[in-house]
Structure formats: C-alpha cells, structure tokens
C-alpha cells in the first residue's frame, strides 16, 4: 500500500527529478497546490497572484522508504530559510511548504523542522510553511517528468 506526500521547495521540475530517484517512490507529478485559483494554468501560477506554489506529489512505499526519510531529503536539496525563493526563482510560487496530508505526516513535519533548525546546519531560521494538503491541480504534461524528457537536471 502507498501512501501520499507533498512538497514545495523551488521550481518544480528539480525537486520531481530528486524523488523520482528515491527507491520506494512510486510515481510523482508536479503541479500546483495551497492556492486560491482553481485548476491554475503555468502563467496564472507565474503571475504570483493564485497563491498556489510549484509543487511535487508523490505516492511511495513507507515499507521501501519511510516519510522521515522523505523528509530528511527535502531539507537537503533546498535553502528552506529563503522567503519565497529558490536561487534565482523569485516569488511565492517557489515557497518551501510541506503539505502533510495525515496528522502523523504533520507531527513529523513539525518535529523534522526543528530537528534541522536545532541541528544548525542553517544560518537563518526555516521558514518553511507545514500545512494541510489542499487541492492539488497536475500542471500540464509539458512540465512531467521535464528533466527525464529533455535529459538534463535542473539543481534546485
């Protein structure tokens, strides 16, 4: 049985790319999610007025990979103390945000965060968002898998 997760660290198509790798994860998609528009377009998301961030959801196998683990990787492959962006992306599209969607998920969101604050592996405080999962809306196929596609890697 898998279970779902959910994250925001930057653009899309890096973050897919980093979890497409991890044994365990099952299958992902990027899309858009914690916003106020329904069903957003890529330019009604990169208009910054939506409220909605790049995001990546991901169903995996917690007896191949546990949440924690899971997690533990999100915080590596971004600067989650940056305020809406991620190196060069600028806007609340590119925000760090978990979207748990269970209680458990976000007790554990909740007590990763502070294990890596307390850990000091981050200069400024995290301001990564934890909140509940909302509406996820698939971008368009264009965006899937865009780095396997076109056979590059985006760093995040």
């Known amino acids: 049985m898998t279970e779902k997760a959910t994250f925001a ?3 899309f198509w890096g973050v897919e790319d980093i979890f497409m790798q991890v044994e365990g994860v099952t299958n992902t998609q990027v899309g858009y999610t914690g916003g106020v528009t329904e069903d957003p377009t890529y330019q009604d998301v990169c208009s910054d007025t939506t409220g909605h961030a790049e995001a990546v959801e991901l169903e995996f196998n917690p007896e191949v990979v546990s949440y924690d683990a899971l997690l533990d990787l999100f915080w590596e492959m971004h600067n989650p103390t940056t305020l809406n962006r991620q190196g060069p992306d600028i806007g609340s599209q590119y925000r760090s945000a978990i ?3 269970t209680p458990s998920q976000e007790q554990a969101a909740i007590a990763s965060k502070n294990r890596w604050q307390e850990f000091g592996r981050f200069a400024n405080p995290i301001v990564t968002e934890i909140v509940p999962a909302t509406p996820f809306y698939q ?4 965006h899937q ?3 396997l596609k076109h056979g590059r890697h985006c760093s995040i």
């Open 99 to 101: 979207f748990y969607h």
């Open 9 to 11: 660290a930057g653009c």
């Open 145 to 147: 898998k865009y780095n």
């Open 139 to 142: 971008a368009e196929e264009y």
